[in-house]
């Protein structure tokens, strides 16, 4: 059984689990310093969970001003629920809270690779435009 929900406390094992997320993802390598993963979840307008059998099984977060934009953020999926439609069950959760408080404009970076993921979602690949990013330190 398979169920989602928004999240508001990421304290403990929960935490832990998701910090084993992001290295899963190669967002973060083995020993990196996850202290950032508290306050980004907290810095969060919303957080999404994944639960499969009472387990977290993956997590999606959102940035919004809560009014026009949105931009969702770190989709992802323990590698063993991977390909079970969890990450589309985030993404759906996200966009219909999203939607909810009539937030209109909801975009988010997907990684190469993911295209086909969004694709089925029916998410449609912005032209016209270009990504900017700030220079290193």
């Known amino acids: 059984m398979v169920e989602f929900r928004l999240l508001q406390d990421y304290s403990g094992d929960m935490l832990k689990r998701i910090a084993g997320f992001y ?3 190669g967002w973060i390598a083995p020993g990196d310093d996850t202290a950032f993963l508290l ?5 969060s307008f919303l957080v999404a969970g994944a639960f499969a059998d009472g387990e977290l ?3 999606a977060r959102v940035l919004s001003d809560g009014v026009s ?5 770190d989709v992802v999926v323990a590698p063993e629920y991977r ?4 990450g589309r069950g985030l993404v759906e959760l996200l966009t219909t809270e999203l939607r909810n408080r009539n937030v209109d404009w909801i975009g988010l970076v ?3 690779g993911t295209e086909n993921f969004y694709q089925k979602l029916k998410w449609q690949k912005q032209t016209g435009f270009t ?6 330190k």
């Open 39 to 43: 306050p980004a979840l907290q810095g």
């Open 57 to 59: 099984a993956g997590t």
């Open 83 to 86: 390909g079970q439609g969890l």
């Open 23 to 25: 290295l899963s993802a």
């Open 110 to 112: 997907g990684e190469p």
């Open 69 to 73: 934009d949105a931009y969702i953020q």
């Open 131 to 136: 990504l900017w990013k700030a220079p290193e």
